[in-house]
Nanobody, 123 residues
Framework: QVQLVESGGGLVQAGGSLRLSCAVSGLTFSSYAMGWFRQVPGKEREFVSQISWEGTDAYYANSVKGRFRVTRDNAKNTLYLDMNTLKPDDTAVYYC????????????????WGQGTQVTVSS
């Protein structure tokens, strides 16, 4: 059974930082390029970032470029998202997702999803 479990969300003031984690089990982690998406109520799920299978390459949405950093630890089957200089517009539920291919920015191209973790940035 494939499981992706996000953690690390919470409430933070604008300008602050958070680190999200995504623990993955039930699949060969290093065979999947991993992505982060976010969603606010009433809007479509939005691509945030993706990292390649070995973590050597990463791709970011323009809205987070220079502020967010995606990494992975294949020995621990864990994906991370370091979020800095957070803005109220970053408020959303954040999801990790797995796909065999890189670069993929559409949610429909991802096979496995976590349940999401809420990030709230206050002004």
């Amino acid at each position: 059974q494939v499981q992706l479990v996000e953690s690390g969300g919470g409430l933070v003031q604008a300008g602050g930082s958070l680190r999200l984690s995504c623990a993955v089990s039930g699949l060969t982690f290093s065979s999947y390029a991993m992505g982060w998406f976010r969603q606010v109520p009433g809007k479509e799920r939005e691509f945030v970032s993706q990292i390649s299978w070995e973590g050597t390459d990463a791709y970011y949405a323009n809205s987070v470029k220079g502020r967010f950093r995606v990494t992975r630890d294949n020995a621990k089957n864990t994906l991370y998202l370091d979020m800095n200089t957070l803005k109220p517009d970053d408020t959303a539920v954040y999801y990790c997702a797995a796909t065999p291919k890189y670069i993929r920015i559409r949610s429909s191209e991802y096979e496995h999803w976590g349940q999401g973790t809420q990030v709230t940035v206050s002004s």
